[in-house]
């Protein structure tokens, strides 16, 4: 009977043995860390912390609120990033917990230096995880850690929430995971785009709480220029107006507002808007018999008219073709300015790479090398359809409406 | 009709005289011709009880003749003994010169005014049925006695069900009396195929029980099997239809029930239509029903007189309380000791808030918590009415609210522990509410010790057990294991009436539904 139980209970041991990552550890015996920057100087990386302090943050009852700020950070040095996170101990009573680390900043230096190290630490250890956002900055990255944001409890989480707030109500950059850094520095181009993340405004640091005590404040957080990584190194930036275009080519656009002139002779201001609701875009690459590549890009998208600042009836149909042909020529321009900046940096980080590769898999081998090199062979056309599918409750311009009584 | 069969018993060993081998030793003991002798016999035997009241009488029938009406006073119906039973004896107009045996068969048949009398030539029987309430008349010079069906039989009043309330349905609930529970039910199922078969057990107690089932409906095997478990039964006293349960159930230890308990007439009636077997313990409200699934022990009576939409709905909630009560704590457990990783970041940053400063490990924290509330429900049960609100206080206030400020258990735990609890009294069944509260510590242990793998260790060891459990040759975890589409219409979900109709009912509880 006792050796009928063993024989049953046999599967159930082995399946204990099987467990990778179990160690009892009690939530007061962690420091959450949600954000971490990475510095490079002097040969040595410098990781600085964002501590998550939970009873500052969880207004826990009998205690009254405390005015203790809800992060603490830290940095520490080593000349590897896992040997300067093992220092940590030496300063901290909690064994450093990275699972809910929500963004990594890496610091210009350290881009320029080359970020491989840190895209090693993530692909081996289970603790970290692929999901954190990644940013660069100029300058010191400790400082945007060291940032309060208003409303929001946890800086680190705010900031990635405000990457994909960004990525899907107003395209401008992707949100870049780690994950897909990883995937496109792996990628036949080798090349890709984190954005760049700021502190805007006067010198003068939102550390404290009492700097959130004033409705304005002096400085905040913004997402700024594109830094362009090749290899596993930072090549360039790319400013907002020429990044604009990026995430059409790249079928990245959630939703974004477009800017366009809606009069008849095209000369006035872009004071008409319109919302892009859903966009999609297909590339189809041709290789010519010269080796060249054409590139055809069609991009087609729908969405509802914003703001209208011409006397036009929206209710004629000339008009609302008018309207969704300047939105596709304004898409258009966005796209080519982009592609044109892509080709001067001289880095495909659009990933054109990987679409010719599908295509022409025997003719990419030969392509590759000088592929980035090579950009500005490659012919882009380009074809925007936009469908404008409302003009909201008014179909004429308020002032038009007004003048016509 | 219960007076009916117990006559009929009485009679048996007259007519069947000494055959009954398991009484037989005790059968070698005659009447004697004389009545005084015949006393002291019986004297002897009810070992000079004090409640034994003899009283000796002339009556006007034959007037030389010394008669004896013997009984125990407090089990016998004094109304009837004095109208029906003395007073045709001291004023009766027949007169007779019969003498002897066939004088007693005459005031048998002529004088007692009483449905239920018999002839007794065996002192043994006639002490037997003297201690369960029958008069007995002895007259000088005959070697036999009249046994009188006087019993006075105390019967609490048939109530609302205490255990198993509903809403909507029958308001009505078993009692000790087996008599008025077979006439519960009698008068639901008016079906001449519903058969009784009446046994004794427990050689003290002599307690009567009755086996029912609605023949045709109920497979013949299975009336066998419970049938020959229950005459297997040696025992000495059986004080509850528990001990019934204990020992006819199937063998192999298991937490979970396997014959089911109810208190309502209508559920039993209910199982006794789909050709389950009921088992009425004299003494105890609650009637046996087997035999039965893991899943039926989550459908209450009430599912079939509510709308079949709210029912399934209700049905979903009581397996996922079940499920909720079993594992949660050991959940909570496992994820904020060992998987922090899974929790979205403000959860785990609003759950360490709460842990900071709480010396204990989650492990303790919440096995002590589980324990207070173990210990809560207990005293619940035990104590004295009056003194129930004292408790809750003490409870809610004390252990809960100051143990938080107190900063001993986090207030997450206390919502853990509270939850649970209340998922656990929704499982209709309380033995398979039992069930879930011992394998909650089980887990929790497990949890403690290996966090989530140790939970799916437990969960895979309980799903094996449960499925190589049968009850009465049915298996336990039927219709899901072995699967029959048919029946998933009555088992998560209560479909509709006229879909459950078509149901042929004897078809449910074939052994032969195992699969082989």
């Known amino acids: 009977m006792i050796k009928h139980w063993l024989r049953f209970m046999y599967p159930f041991i082995l399946l204990l043995l099987l467990c990778g990552c179990w160690n009892r550890v009690e939530m007061n015996e962690i420091g959450v860390i949600s954000a971490t920057a990475v510095d490079w100087k002097d040969g040595k990386w410098i990781v600085s912390y964002q501590l998550v302090i939970p009873q500052a943050i969880s207004s826990h009852s009998g205690s009254s609120s405390r005015s203790e700020a809800p992060v603490n950070v830290f940095s520490t040095e080593g000349a590897s990033i896992r040997q300067a996170i093992g220092e940590a101990s030496r300063e901290m009573s909690r064994k450093l917990y990275f699972a809910h680390n929500q963004i990594v900043v890496v610091s210009e230096s350290a881009a320029r230096k080359g970020i491989s190290a840190i895209l090693e630490i993530y692909m081996r250890n289970p603790d970290a995880r692929e999901m954190v956002s990644m940013f660069i900055t100029k300058g010191s990255s400790r400082k945007l850690i060291e940032q309060l944001l208003p409303i929001e409890k946890i800086p680190g989480n705010a900031i990635q929430r405000l990457i994909e707030n960004e990525a899907g109500n107003n395209s401008l950059y992707p949100d870049m995971t780690l994950y897909r850094v990883l995937l496109d520095l792996l990628g036949p181009e080798q090349a890709t785009g984190i954005p760049e993340l700021t502190i805007a405004g006067a010198d003068e640091p939102l550390n404290s709480l009492e700097s959130l005590k004033t409705t304005s404040t002096k400085s905040k957080i913004r997402l700024g220029n594109l830094a362009v990584i090749q290899g596993d190194q930072l090549k360039s930036w790319l400013s907002q107006e020429d990044a604009a275009g990026l995430m059409w080519l790249t079928d990245e656009v959630g939703r974004v507002t477009i800017g366009f002139d809606c009069s008849k002779e095209q000369n006035g201001p872009k004071n008409s808007a319109a919302i892009v609701s859903k966009a999609t875009t297909k590339h189809k690459p041709e290789l010519s018999a010269d080796g060249r590549v054409t590139m055809r890009v069609t991009v087609k998208a729908n969405g509802s008219l914003l703001e209208y600042a011409c006397p036009h009836k929206l209710t004629e149909p000339e008009i609302v073709k008018q309207i969704e042909r300047r939105i596709a020529e304004e898409i258009e321009a966005e796209m080519m300015k982009s592609w044109h900046a892509v080709q001067r940096i001289e880095t495909d980080i659009v990933g054109f790479g990987t679409v010719v590769n599908r295509a022409y898999p025997k003719q990419w081998k030969a392509m590759r090398t000088e592929w980035n090199q090579n950009l500005t062979d490659l012919k882009l056309e380009v074809k925007v359809t936009f469908n404008l599918t409302r003009v909201g409750f008014s179909t004429r311009n308020f002032k038009d409406a007004q003048n016509s009584e | ?516």
């Not at chain 2, 037989?24 to 000079?48: I, V």
């Not at chain 2, 010394?66 to 004094?78: A, R």
């Not at chain 2, 001291?90 to 009398?117: A, F, M, P, Y």
């Not at chain 2, 609100?389 to 004390?398: D, F, K, M, R």
């Open chain 2, 1 to 516: 009709m219960f007076f009916g069969k117990r006559s009929k018993a009485t009679q048996q060993p007259l007519s069947a005289g000494t055959t009954d081998a398991s009484k037989s030793d005790r059968k070698t003991n005659p009447f004697t011709p004389s009545l005084k002798t015949n006393l002291d016999a019986l004297n002897q035997l009810l070992g000079h009880s004090s409640d034994l009241s003899s009283r000796s009488l002339g009556s006007p029938l034959a007037p030389d003749i010394t008669m004896s009406i013997l009984y125990l006073g407090d089990l016998v119906d004094d109304t009837k003994l004095n109208e029906h039973v003395l007073r045709p004896l001291l004023s009766s107009r027949l007169q007779s010169d019969l003498r002897s045996n066939d004088l007693v068969e005459l005031i048998g048949e002529r004088v007692i005014e009483i449905g239920s009398t018999s002839v007794s030539v065996s002192l043994n029987e006639c002490a037997d049925r003297l201690l369960e309430g029958y008069c007995l008349l002895l007259i000088q010079e005959a070697a036999c006695g009249l046994l009188i069906d006087i019993r006075e039989i105390k019967v609490r009043q048939v109530s609302e069900p205490s255990a198993e309330t509903v809403v909507r349905g029958a308001q009505i609930s078993f009692n000790e009396s087996i008599s008025t529970n077979l006439n519960l039910l009698r008068q639901i199922l008016r079906s001449p195929s519903l058969h009784v078969e009446e046994m004794e057990v427990g050689s003290e107690t002599r307690t009567q029980l009755a086996l029912i089932y609605l023949d045709g409906v109920a497979s013949s095997d299975t009336v066998n099997t419970v049938r020959s478990r229950l005459q297997a039964i040696q025992i000495s006293s059986v004080l509850d239809s528990g001990y019934i349960e204990a020992l006819i159930q199937d063998k192999g230890y298991t937490p979970f029930p396997t014959i089911k308990n109810t208190e309502r007439p209508d559920a039993v009636a209910g199982g006794l239509l789909e050709g389950q077997i009921a088992i009425i313990v004299d003494g105890s409200p609650f009637v046996l029903v087997a035999p039965v699934t893991f899943f039926q022990q989550f459908q209450s009576p009430e599912d079939y007189y509510i709308r079949f939409d709210i029912a399934t709905f209700l049905r979903l909630i009581r397996y996922a309380a079940f499920i909720i009560s079993m594992t949660l704590p050991s959940l909570y457990i496992a994820v904020t000791t060992f998987h922090q990783e899974m929790l979205p970041t403000t959860l785990l940053i609003t759950l360490a808030a709460q842990r900071e400063g709480i010396p204990f490990p989650g492990l303790v924290e919440a096995l002590m918590m589980e324990l207070t509330f173990e210990i809560l429900r207990e005293a619940g049960v035990r104590m004295p009415r009056a003194i129930g609100p004292a408790i809750s206080i003490v409870g809610a206030l004390v252990l809960g609210q100051a143990a938080v400020d107190a900063g001993i258990v986090s207030a997450g735990m206390v919502i853990i522990v509270s939850f649970t609890a209340i998922c656990n009294f929704v499982i209709p069944q309380l033995n398979m509410a039992i069930a879930a509260r011992l394998i909650r510590f089980l887990f929790m242990l497990l949890a403690g010790m290996f966090g989530l793998m140790g939970i799916i260790a437990g969960v895979l060891a309980v799903m094996i057990h449960v499925v190589r459990l049968e009850s009465f040759g049915v298996p336990y975890m039927s219709p899901l294991a072995p699967f029959s589409w048919s029946r998933m219409k009555d088992t998560f979900i209560r479909a509709p009436l006229q879909k459950l109709i078509k149901r042929e009912p004897h078809k449910v509880f074939q052994p032969d539904n195992k699969q082989k």
